[in-house]
C-alpha cells in the first residue's frame, strides 16, 4: 500500500511577475509561492513529505488540452518586448504575461505531471504541487485569469492516457469558476468536475451564466459537471462543510473515482480579497481529510490561487498536515449554513437529481430558476456585503497539529496480536480491581467482580483514555468480552478524565448504554430493528434495512452522522460494532477513517471478541491511517433506508444546523 506524501515546488516559479500597472492582477505576486513554502519549512513540514522535482512539460503534454496555435503563440512570449507582452494579454481578459512565464507555465505542468506520475506508480500515496501560474481558468486556446496553460486538465487527461486511470473526480475549492476544467470535461463521463465558486448571480468575474448550478455538463457528460454557486460573500465553515455532506461527498461516493485531483485555491479562505469569505484555515485539513477517503486515498493537489499572504500560507499547511496523516484540529462552534447557501445546495440537488441516486429523494426541480430574478443584489441578513470588512479582517492563527508519539495501541486476547502490525502499541494493563471498576460502573454484580476477563478489559480501556488524555496515543483498538459493560465504562472515564463531550456510534440492536440527559453524550446506534422512542436529542437510533445496504449506509454517514458529528464536536470518538452486525469491511473502513476527522482522531474502536481477524487487521489499518477501501461501484440505496435518514434530518435539522439542506421559500 502506498505511503508518503508528495511535495513539489521549485523556487523558478517566483521568477516572474507583473511588469506593468494593472489593479486586476497585481495580486498574483511570487511571494505567494514564497510565504506558502517558508510556512511549510517553518512548520517543519517539508521534510516529513517526498521532495519531488519539476520538470518542463513537453509540447505533447501541453497539447493534450491546448490547441497547437495557441501553444505556438505563447512560445513566443520569451522574445516579445514589454509592451508586446502588454498587448498580447489584452485579448485573453484578467491574465498578464512575462518573458520568463512561459517556462514557468511549463513547470507548473510538469510538477502536476510528476504528481500524477508518483502517486500513480505508488511512490507516494498523495502529494501537492506548490505552482505558478495557477491553470484552472485557462481554455483550449486562452489565457485568462491568471492562468496560461490548465494544470489540473492536462494532469488529468495525462493520468487517463498513461495510466489508463478510468474515472477520475476533479474537485475545484478555489473561489472562482474553473471554466477551462469545466469546458474541458463537460462532456466527458469520466471526469466529474466539481466547483463552488463566488458567483452573486453572474455579478462576480468570470461573470459567466454557465457558472451557474444548472450546468450539468453535456451529452454523455450530463450529470458530470457540478457547479455550486455562491450567491452572496461571507461563506464560513458552515457553508463548506454543507456543501461537502449534501452535495459533493455523496456524488463522489457514488462516482467512485479511481484518482482525486484537486485544484487547491486558497482564495476560498478568509482575508482573500477575492473572494471575501469566511473560512478559516483549519477548515482546508477538514476538507483534505474528507477527500482522502476516496479513490484509495490518490490524491494530487495543485495550487490554484490565493491571495491573502496570511491566510494562504497557513491554508497550505493545513492542507499538507492533512495529507500527511496529522490529526485535524477540532473545529468549535459549528452551527447552520446560511440561507443562501442553501438555496445554492437545494437548487444543485435538485437539478442533479435525475443523475444521482443519492438525490432520489430531493424534490426535483419544477423548472429552472431564471437569475434574472435576482437582479439585483439583496441585503441579506446573512453574509457581508461585498467589500465589506476586508481590510482590518482577522482570525487566530491555526493551532500547532502535534501527533502523539504512537498513533495506535491495542489491546487484543493473546494469539490475536501478530494480526495488526508492529507498529501499533500493545497495551496489557494490570488488573483494575473490582473497587475501581464499582465505581464507574455502580451496576456491577459479584459475578462481574469476579471476572477477570472483564476487569483485565476495564483496565485497558482505562489506560487507553489515560494515555489518549497525556497525548501518548492518539486511537485504540479493543476487543472485549462484554462491549456493553465496557462501553459504559469507556464513557464514564473518559467523561471523568479526557472531555466533556463522547460520541459513541454504534453498530447494533442493543442500546448500548444508558442514555444520559445530560447531553455530555451523543449515541448514534445504527439498528436493523426497530428502536426504542429515543428519550433525547443525543440519542439518534438509525434505522437500516439489515447492514448489507452499502449505499444507505453511507447516506447515512455522509448526510447524517457526519453533520451531527460536527455540530456537536466530540472530545472523543467510541465506534464499536455488536457481533455479527455484518458490516462489510470496506463500509467498516470509511466510517472509521472518515469519523478520524472529528476529537482531533482521538478514537476509540471496541470490538466484541470473536470478531474475524480480517476486520482486526482492516481496523487497525484504518486506525494507523491507511486509506479506507474503495466501496466500489454502489447499488441504488434501499428506499427505506434512504427514507428513514430523510426523515431523521427534517426531525432533527432545527437542533442540528448542518443536516439542513433546503432554502426557505424553495421547495
Ligand atoms: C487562479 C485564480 C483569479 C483571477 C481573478 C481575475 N484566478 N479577476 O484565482
Ligand atoms: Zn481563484
Redesign the pocket.
Known amino acids: 500500500m502506498a505511503s508518503g506524501t508528495a511535495l513539489i515546488y521549485d523556487e523558478e516559479m517566483t521568477r516572474y511577475k507583473l511588469l506593468w500597472v494593472d489593479p486586476?492582477c497585481k495580486i498574483e505576486v511570487p511571494e505567494r509561492l514564497v510565504v506558502s513554502y517558508a510556512a511549510l519549512q517553518k512548520a517543519g513540514l517539508t521534510q516529513r513529505c517526498v521532495a519531488l522535482p519539476v520538470r518542463e512539460a513537453t509540447d505533447e503534454d501541453i497539447l493534450l488540452a491546448h490547441s497547437t496555435e495557441y501553444l505556438e503563440a505563447v512560445k513566443k512570449t520569451p522574445y516579445m518586448t514589454l509592451e508586446e507582452l502588454m498587448t498580447f494579454a489584452v485579448p485573453y481578459g484578467?491574465v498578464y504575461f512575462h518573458p520568463n512565464i512561459y517556462h514557468c507555465a511549463k513547470l507548473a505542468i510538469g510538477a502536476t505531471l510528476n504528481l500524477v506520475d508518483a502517486v500513480m506508480t505508488g511512490k507516494v500515496r498523495n502529494g501537492i504541487a506548490l505552482v505558478r501560474p495557477?491553470g484552472?481558468?485557462s481554455q483550449r486556446s486562452t489565457a485568462n485569469?491568471?492562468?496560461i496553460f490548465n494544470n489540473v486538465a492536462i494532469g488529468t487527461l495525462y493520468a487517463k492516457k498513461k495510466y489508463n486511470v478510468r474515472r477520475v473526480l476533479i474537485v475545484d475549492w478555489?473561489i472562482?469558476h474553473g471554466q477551462g476544467l469545466q469546458y474541458c470535461f463537460e462532456e466527458d463521463p469520466d471526469v466529474l468536475y466539481f466547483s463552488w465558486h463566488r458567483y452573486e448571480h453572474q455579478k462576480f468575474?468570470p461573470n459567466l451564466r454557465e457558472s451557474d448550478y444548472d450546468s450539468v455538463g453535456k451529452g454523455r457528460g450530463a450529470g458530470f459537471n457540478i457547479n455550486l454557486p455562491w450567491n452572496k460573500v461571507g461563506m464560513d465553515s458552515n457553508d463548506y462543510l454543507s456543501v461537502f455532506f449534501h452535495v459533493l461527498l455523496p456524488v463522489a461516493y457514488e462516482f467512485n473515482p479511481e484518482l482525486v485531483m484537486l485544484s487547491a485555491?486558497f482564495?476560498s479562505a478568509i482575508g482573500d480579497p477575492?473572494g471575501e469569505m469566511c473560512a478559516t484555515p483549519e477548515i482546508f485539513g477538514h476538507l483534505t481529510h474528507l477527500l482522502m477517503s476516496l479513490a484509495g486515498g490518490r490524491l494530487c493537489a495543485v495550487l490554484?490561487?490565493g491571495y491573502n499572504l496570511t491566510s494562504l500560507p497557513q491554508s497550505v499547511c493545513q492542507t499538507v498536515q492533512t495529507l500527511l496523516g496529522d490529526p485535524v484540529s477540532r473545529i468549535s462552534g459549528l452551527s447552520s449554513p446560511s440561507k443562501s447557501a442553501l438555496e445554492s445546495i437545494q437548487s444543485v440537488r435538485s437539478v442533479h437529481q435525475q443523475y444521482w441516486a443519492c438525490f432520489k429523494h430531493v424534490a426535483a426541480k419544477p423548472g429552472y430558476e431564471p437569475h434574472t430574478k435576482h437582479s439585483k443584489l439583496e441585503a441579506g441578513q446573512d453574509g457581508l456585503q461585498p467589500g465589506e470588512e476586508t481590510k482590518e479582517i482577522s482570525w487566530p492563527e491555526p493551532l500547532l497539529r502535534l501527533p502523539p508519539p504512537t498513533r495506535t495501541a491495542v489491546a487484543l486476547p493473546a494469539g490475536l496480536e501478530d494480526s495488526v502490525p508492529e507498529s501499533c502499541k500493545r497495551v496489557t494493563e494490570t488488573l483494575l480491581t473490582p473497587e475501581e471498576a464499582a465505581e464507574k460502573l455502580g451496576n456491577l454484580n459479584i459475578q462481574d467482580l469476579k471476572n477477570k476477563d472483564l476487569l483485565q478489559s476495564l483496565g485497558n480501556v482505562q489506560s487507553l483514555v489515560d494515555k489518549i488524555e497525556k497525548k501518548q496515543v492518539r486511537n485504540g483498538l479493543l476487543l472485549v468480552p462484554d462491549l456493553r459493560k465496557t462501553l459504559a465504562f469507556a464513557v464514564q472515564h473518559a467523561l471523568i478524565s479526557l472531555t466533556d463531550r463522547v460520541l459513541l456510534v454504534f453498530l447494533g440492536n442493543e442500546a448500548p448504554v444508558e442514555v444520559r440527559v445530560d447531553g455530555k453524550l451523543m449515541l448514534v446506534q445504527f439498528c436493523s430493528t426497530e428502536p426504542h422512542e429515543p428519550k433525547s436529542k443525543h440519542h439518534i437510533p438509525v434505522m437500516m434495512k439489515g447492514f448489507g445496504d452499502v449505499p444507505g449506509f453511507l447516506h447515512a454517514v455522509l448526510t447524517l452522522l457526519l453533520p451531527l458529528a460536527y455540530g456537536y464536536d466530540p472530545g472523543l470518538i467510541l465506534v464499536a460494532m455488536g457481533k455479527g452486525s455484518g458490516m462489510g469491511v470496506a463500509a467498516w473502513t470509511q466510517l472509521t477513517s472518515l469519523l478520524q476527522g472529528l476529537a482531533e482522531g482521538q478514537m476509540l474502536v471496541l470490538m466484541q471478541q470473536g470478531d474475524e481477524e480480517e476486520t482486526i487487521r482492516t481496523t487497525a489499518a484504518s486506525l494507523l491511517g491507511e486509506p479506507a477501501q474503495s466501496l466500489g461501484t454502489l447499488g441504488d440505496p434501499l428506499p427505506e433506508s434512504m427514507d428513514a435518514v430523510e426523515k431523521l434530518r427534517l426531525k432533527l435539522e432545527t437542533q442540528w444546523g448542518l443536516l439542513q439542506t433546503r432554502g426557505q421559500n424553495l421547495p
Do not use: Q
Open positions: 486586476i484578467d495557477p484552472h481558468h485569469g491568471f492562468c478555489d472562482h468575474w485555491g482564495d477575492e490554484e490561487g
